[in-house]
C-alpha cells in the first residue's frame, strides 16, 4: 500500500535538557477562561515541584466575543502564530449569539485540520470520589480504563456538502463523509501503537460496514492491511451499534478503540457518562509527527449558565494538561498530578456538579498543594531523579 508524505511515522518527544515548553493558551468562551487559568496555575506548580522543566504562555483572545466584534475568530496569521508554539491549551468555544456550526468551524475546526491534528485521543476512567453509574466498575474501576481514538481529520466532519433550493419545499442538503486510504491508515496505525503501548495490548476496531458500503468498507479493508503490522496487538471488530451495549455490559473487555470521527464522539460521550462525569474528560487532538503543535482541551463546553461564578470544575483542564504533560515527554510529572488530582477529589475537594461544594479556586488550591506533597515525598525535584 502506498503512503502520501509520511506522515504515517509516529515522532517520539523531543529530549532537551531543562526545556521550557512553549504554550499557546486559547481560553475562549464561557468557563474556558477560568479552566484554563486553573489549568496554568496548576502547570506551574507541577514545573516548579520539579525544576526540570517549565513552561511560557502566549494568550490569545480568540473568542466568540472576538468574532463578533471583528467578524474573524482567528486572525490572518493566526496558525502562522500558533505553530510557533510547543502545545496549544484549548478553553472552550460556543455561544448562543453565533450558531453552534460557525464557532466550531472557525476555531476549534480551524485549527485542528489546517494543523494536521488527525489523531483525537479520549481517556476514560473512573477517577477516584467519581461515581460510576456500573456498579462493577464502582467496586473496582480497574474494569473501566479505555481510550479512545477519534479519526479527526475527515470523515463525517469533513465538511463536504451543500445546500440547493434554499427556502423551496424540495430544498436539498448534502453532507458526505469522505474516508481516504491515506486518512484511515494513519489513524489505524496510531491507534495499534497506543494499544501496543498499554499493557492489555488490546484494541476494538468499529465500525459500520454492514449498513454503510462504501466509506466504511474501505475503513475495513484499510483496518485489515494494518492490523497485520501488529500481531501482538489482539484486537477485535464491533459494529458501532453494538459497541454502545458492549460498553455498558462488558466494560472490562475493552481497551484501546478506534472509530471514526461521528461514531468516536458519540461513543466518547457514552465513555464519560459511564465513568460518571462528561465533565471531567480530556482530549488531546494530536499531530503524531510532531511537524504541527498539538491541541489539548477538556471535553465539556462553555457552560454559560456557571460561567463568572467561580464554581466550574476544573479538572477536566487538569487532566487535560496532565495529557499535554505527557504528550511532552513528562509521563511521570503527568502521573503526578493525575495521582495529585484523585487524592484531592477522593477526599472530598470536589465541585457541585460531583457532588460537592468546593468552588474552582478550592478544587485547585488543593490541586496544587497535594502536587508539591507528592513531589516532596517523591524527591522528584531537579537533581534528584533526573527526568521527570
Ligand atoms: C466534541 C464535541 C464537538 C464535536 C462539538 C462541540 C461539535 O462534541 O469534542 O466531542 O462533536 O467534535
Ligand atoms: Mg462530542
Known amino acids: 500500500m502506498g503512503s502520501i508524505g509520511n506522515d504515517q511515522a509516529l515522532a517520539?518527544?523531543?529530549?532537551?535538557?531543562?526545556?521550557?515548553?512553549?504554550?499557546?493558551?486559547?481560553?475562549?468562551?464561557?468557563?474556558?477562561?477560568?479552566?484554563?487559568?486553573?489549568?496554568?496555575?496548576?502547570?506551574?506548580?507541577?514545573?516548579?515541584?520539579?525544576?526540570?522543566?517549565?513552561?511560557?504562555?502566549?494568550?490569545?483572545?480568540?473568542?466568540?466575543?472576538?468574532?463578533?466584534?471583528?467578524?474573524?475568530?482567528?486572525?490572518?496569521?493566526?496558525?502562522?502564530?500558533?505553530?510557533?508554539?510547543?502545545?496549544?491549551?484549548?478553553?472552550?468555544?460556543?455561544?448562543?449569539?453565533?450558531?453552534?456550526?460557525?464557532?466550531?468551524?472557525?476555531?476549534?475546526?480551524?485549527?485542528?485540520?489546517?494543523?494536521?491534528?488527525?489523531?483525537?485521543?479520549?481517556?476514560?476512567?473512573?477517577?477516584k470520589g467519581v461515581t460510576s453509574p456500573l456498579s462493577a466498575c464502582q467496586a473496582d474501576p480497574s474494569k473501566l480504563d479505555w481510550v479512545i481514538i477519534r479519526e479527526n481529520s475527515e470523515g463525517e466532519y469533513a465538511g463536504q456538502g451543500g445546500r440547493s433550493h434554499v427556502g423551496q419545499p424540495w430544498e436539498t442538503a448534502t453532507e458526505v463523509s469522505i474516508f481516504t486510504r491515506h486518512g484511515v491508515e494513519r489513524i489505524m496505525r496510531f491507534a495499534y501503537e497506543v494499544a501496543r503501548s498499554r499493557p492489555r495490548k488490546?484494541?476494538?476496531?468499529?465500525?459500520?460496514?454492514?449498513?454503510?458500503?462504501?466509506?466504511?468498507?474501505?475503513?475495513?479493508?484499510?483496518?485489515e492491511r494494518v492490523r497485520a503490522d501488529y500481531p501482538?496487538?489482539?484486537?477485535?471488530?464491533?459494529?458501532?451499534?453494538?459497541?454502545?451495549?458492549?460498553?455498558?455490559?462488558?466494560?472490562?473487555?475493552?481497551?484501546?478503540?478506534?472509530?471514526?470521527?461521528?461514531?468516536?464522539?458519540?461513543?466518547?460521550?457514552?465513555?464519560?457518562?459511564?465513568?460518571g462525569s462528561i465533565g471531567i474528560a480530556p482530549t488531546s487532538n494530536l499531530d503524531p509527527t510532531r511537524k504541527n503543535p498539538s491541541m489539548f482541551e477538556p471535553i465539556h463546553g462553555s457552560a454559560w449558565d456557571i460561567a463568572g461564578k467561580g464554581v466550574a470544575n476544573p479538572v477536566g483542564t487538569f487532566w487535560t494538561c496532565a495529557e499535554m504533560v505527557r504528550w511532552l515527554g513528562h509521563e511521570s510529572a503527568a502521573e503526578l498530578l493525575m495521582e495529585a488530582v484523585e487524592n484531592v477529589m477522593g477526599e472530598g475537594v470536589k465541585t457541585k456538579d460531583l457532588g460537592g461544594s468546593a468552588g474552582t479556586k478550592e478544587v485547585t488550591e488543593a490541586v496544587q498543594s497535594e502536587v508539591v506533597r507528592l513531589g516532596k515525598q517523591r524527591g522528584v525535584a531537579s537533581g534528584k531523579q533526573g527526568k521527570a
Open 202 to 223: 488490546r484494541l476494538t476496531f468499529v465500525t459500520k460496514s454492514n449498513a454503510q458500503r462504501n466509506g466504511m468498507v474501505l475503513w475495513d479493508e484499510v483496518h
Open 12 to 127: 517520539p518527544p523531543p529530549s532537551t535538557d531543562n526545556p521550557t515548553y512553549k504554550i499557546a493558551s486559547i481560553p475562549a468562551d464561557g468557563i474556558g477562561p477560568e479552566v484554563i487559568s486553573a489549568g496554568i496555575a496548576v502547570l506551574e506548580t507541577l514545573a516548579s515541584t520539579y525544576g526540570s522543566f517549565s513552561f511560557t504562555f502566549t494568550h490569545f483572545d480568540w473568542s466568540s466575543d472576538t468574532y463578533l466584534s471583528t467578524g474573524k475568530y482567528i486572525p490572518t496569521n493566526g496558525l502562522e502564530q500558533l505553530r510557533a508554539h510547543d502545545a496549544i491549551l484549548f478553553g472552550a468555544v460556543g455561544d448562543l449569539r453565533v450558531p453552534d456550526h460557525i464557532s466550531l468551524w472557525g476555531l476549534r475546526l480551524a485549527i485542528c485540520q489546517p494543523l494536521q491534528q488527525f489523531a483525537n485521543v479520549r481517556p476514560t476512567r473512573v477517577l
Open 232 to 275: 501482538d496487538v489482539t484486537s477485535d471488530k464491533m459494529l458501532v451499534d453494538a459497541m454502545t451495549c458492549r460498553m455498558a455490559l462488558q466494560p472490562e473487555s475493552i481497551d484501546t478503540v478506534v472509530a471514526t470521527n461521528l461514531h468516536a464522539d458519540i461513543l466518547s460521550d457514552l465513555a464519560a457518562a459511564l465513568a
